[in-house]
């Protein structure tokens, strides 16, 4: 994977390969700058690929009075929605109702209903529940999503799972999106549009000399060296992004970022139906139980800080046992620690505005252009994957203070790669793959159509029966799929390919993925990547 330093001064080098990197990358080669990108390991290793991935305004973020950044997230996601309508999907979700629901202490909403209400002594009344899904339902100016519902659970297949004291539910809309599969396809576009894009490649140190950035990096494989020149650095360093300030950049700067870890748990599927739960606790903070990967449910999140991004977030036995217990208030089974088939642990890279708890710490963006060492930078704190596409603007607005853009704004609904068809034509293009492909089963032609859309009958090519594919490696994964993704997404081992560009690790064995991983290494050398 050596990969030649350009001689070329690019406009724009982005360090990160998460979806803010990615997004600002696609963004800025659609509008005709020079663009490079350098991720120090896969797309999307860190917190990209661990969050709850949904495209959702935030509800309570509503008792914090984010008003702009719920408003921003819940128009936003229909537009993406439109643009990637394989790997994003509408999703209902069930809020039961009890009164012993409790607010955090310290939101906004408490502090002025204690004030006036003293007697409800932090409960969260059901007139407000009511009141924040009106102002859900009608700050961004749905079209597509259905609107809130009133539900009695007695009876019902979303009333089964949960305990008898639930007997009245508030239904409301919200998207799911597959978080590391929007990274990739980012990349991909911008690598289309022109984008330079170095997976594996680490920068290790940034210096402005005359104006411009001399930016070198480590070849993380084969710890080649190399150097680069942009007239334009942006620090998308997620919970990194101090880290490059302070010793990639050597830079005096008082910008904090406060990294708050947050884990999920999965477990078999428990129970029938396609909606998720939102979860509210006694201790203020909510759940979701969410239908995941056909056959599993993904329970999460959690809140807790994390001192430092090079200490890999796990998701520690205490976590799993609070994400049980929240969840063993509501459901009428009983889960332990023996349930939980997997677990996976992110770090949100907040801005550090001096909030109380980790609750409440802002997920808004913010965005700083730092111009101390001569040449500008433009460090990114915080985000959503919901809004990553109009942090990119926001973004592209910061960079048109020292870059002449030639084009302006574009992405908004310009569909990703196999993201060409209409929101509600999965179905159609499903039953169009099997019927080409007939060796499909269901759960194989769904697999492929969520993840690749129009893309997936490219890939299977004149296949005309399974063992045309290749190798089969489990759980549908086969020889042709693999060349592909190490061919144009940039995947480089096993582990790149069963957690971040599907899921099937939750299927296969760790004989199988040792055999995926063996032939990856041996395949590795003779497959051209995207990246090259
Ligand atoms: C538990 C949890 C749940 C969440 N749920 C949601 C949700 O449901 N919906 C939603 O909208 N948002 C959600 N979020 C927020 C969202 O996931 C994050 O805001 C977003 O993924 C941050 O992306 P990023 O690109 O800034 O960071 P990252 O994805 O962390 O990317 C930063 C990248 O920079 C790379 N890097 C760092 N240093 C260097 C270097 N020196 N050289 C090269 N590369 C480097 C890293 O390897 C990393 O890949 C959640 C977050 C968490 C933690």
Redesign the pocket.
Known sequence: MGQPADTEIKDLFI???????CGIARDAAGRGLTVAL????DL?????S???????GGLRYLEYFEFRLVREALIERETLLKAMPHISWPMRFVLPYHEDMRFEADTPTSKLLSFFMPWMKGRRPAWLIRLGLFLYDNLGGRKILPGTATLDLTGTREGDPLQERFVKAYEYSDCWVE?SRLVVLNARDAQTRGARIMTR????NATGENGIWRIETRNTETDELHTFHARMLVN?????VG??IQT?MRLNSREGVRLV????IVTRKLYDHDKCYFFQGTDGRIVFAIPYETDFTLI??TDAEHADPSVKPECTPEEQDYLLSFANQYFKRKLNRDDVVWSYS????LYDGGASSATAATRDYTLKIDTSAGAPVLN?F??????YRRLAESAMQKIGEHLPLPKGKWTAGVPLPGGNFPVNGVAALNSNLQSRFPFLTDFWAKRLVRAYGTEASQILGDAQKATDLGKDFGATLTEVEITWLMKNEYARTAEDVIWRRNKLGLHLTNEQTQDLDDWMTRHRQSTPTAAE
């Open positions: 360090i990160g390969g998460g979806i803010n990197g350098a991720e120090m390991n999307a290793s860190a917190t990209s661990a969050s709850t991935k949904l495209f959702h978080d490649t680490q920068v290790i998308a360093g997620g919970p990194w880290d490059i990639k870890r947050g884990s999920h999460g999140t992110g770090v949100r890279p990114i915080g985000g959503k994957i919901t809004t």
